[in-house]
Nanobody
Framework: QVQLVESGGGLVQPGESLRLSCAAS????????MGWYRQVPGKERELVAS????????YVADSVKGRFTISRDNAKNTVYLQMNSLKPEDTADYYC?????????????????WGQGIQVTVSS
């Protein structure tokens, strides 16, 4: 079974920074695209940024361009989201997502997995 575990969230003031981490574990053979999403109550989950297996950024939402940077460490099966110049409107639950090839029971399968979510609150 593959698990994604996020860390690094919390409460910060406007203008401050946070770095989210998401580590994948399990019987993993390879990880393709990884991404970060966010969701506020009553709204749909939105893609914030995504990154290819080779480390190329293939999407950054306009609302966070120039402030957020996605990166990954393939040796650690971990994706990061560096969030600078945080604004109150960045307040949300953040979820990581990964396209993973892994052993699941007696087969090798490719599936999309999600983390449990982590809260980020930006408030003065």
């Amino acid at each position: 079974q593959v698990q994604l575990v996020e860390s690094g969230g919390g409460l910060v003031q406007p203008g401050e920074s946070l770095r989210l981490s998401c580590a994948a574990s399990g019987s993993i053979f390879s990880i393709y695209d990884m991404g970060w999403y966010r969701q506020v109550p009553g709204k749909e989950r939105e893609l914030v940024a995504s990154i290819t297996s080779g480390g190329g950024t293939n999407y950054v939402a306009d609302s966070v361009k120039g402030r957020f940077t996605i990166s990954r460490d393939n040796a650690k099966n971990t994706v990061y989201l560096q969030m600078n110049s945080l604004k109150p409107e960045d307040t949300a639950d953040y979820y990581c997502n990964a396209d993973v090839v892994a052993r699941v029971r007696f087969t090798i399968d490719r599936n999309t997995y999600w983390g449990q979510g982590i809260q980020v609150t930006v408030s003065s």
